[in-house]
């Protein structure tokens, strides 16, 4: 396995890693909504941050608390980590009410926020097909969504809010890609830790006695997925052009589709089924047409090189 994944280009490879990342954060937003419907929304997300700080601990001794603190762009820095606070609190405010497909299906807008921004906050280069893609993409966003007068409750704007900050928090952490994957992570971390304590402060509900051991293991299994989600993230797109890789999050809306039926009896409307086939088509079209020019140009300027 190691090998085969030495062989790959590190378009490909990220490609594999956004991929697992998606897997871990749809396992990390079921358990997240089995939770929230029990405990408070800012003791679940306490308790997942001091998990995840926790097992980060190893790696940051060896870090070291001079490469946590001395960061490029520390402005940009922190307005990531803003983002991905606000993308977190709108989360599971929202799976509170929605299903967790309905809830994912609002998120797939980030990765057409992303691919269609690179090219004038990344300066990436996206072409006439790939924006047709993009266009195909949102289309079947819109057909999932079925939007309407009724269809926009508060749940709805929270998760319109929280995709565009994830998608924010994407484009920064591809800006920041000098920065160790480690301590964009710890950061964000510590964000959600310090929003979550707040939040439980404030909150009439307050802190829930646990219920279970079992229920204490999935909190605590929450944070460490969505710390090793969020690495996987921060790889790829350091790996890969976000317009390559960022479509693939698509796949979220698969998994939140199979495990709300597994875990909620969800079963997703013929619409949801339509707009996640033309979601899934374009953000593989993008991909594939990304890998397609990168060999042309590689052909290009060393022709020697290739066998």
Known sequence: ?????????????GVCVMLLGMLMFALNDAMGKWLVSTYSLGQVILIRSVAAIVILLPILWKVGVSGLVNIERRGLQFARVCFSTIEIFCFYYAVISLPLADVMTYWLAAP???????????????????????????????IALKPSSASLTPAAFLSIIGSAAFAFMMISGRQ????????????????????G???????????????????????????????GAHVLVNRALKL???????????????????FGWLFFNDIPQMSIVI????????????????????????????????V
Not at 176 to 195: H, P, S
Not at 240 to 258: E, H, I, K, N
């Open 176 to 195: 920041l890609r000098n920065t160790a994957d480690t301590t964009l992570a710890f950061w964000q971390i510590v964000g959600a830790l310090l929003a």
């Open 240 to 258: 890969a052009d976000a317009a390559a890789v960022a479509p693939l999050q698509y796949t979220l809306l698969l998994w939140a589709v199979f």
């Open 1 to 13: 396995m190691t090998a085969f994944f030495k062989r790959l280009s590190p378009s490909s490879l």
């Open 112 to 142: 057409i926020y992303v691919a269609a921004l690179s090219p004038f906050i990344l300066g990436e280069k996206v072409g006439w097909r790939r924006w047709t893609a993009i266009a195909i993409g949102f289309v079947g966003v819109i």
């Open 197 to 227: 304590a707040v939040a439980l402060l404030v909150s009439s509900d307050g802190w829930v006695p646990l219920e279970s051991t079992f229920d204490m293991s999935l909190l605590c299994l929450l944070g460490i997925v969505a710390m």
């Open 275 to 306: 707009g996640a086939a033309l979601i899934v088509v374009s953000g593989l079209y993008i991909f594939f047409r990304e890998n397609a020019l990168k060999r042309k140009k590689a052909i290009a300027e060393f022709p020697n090189d290739l």
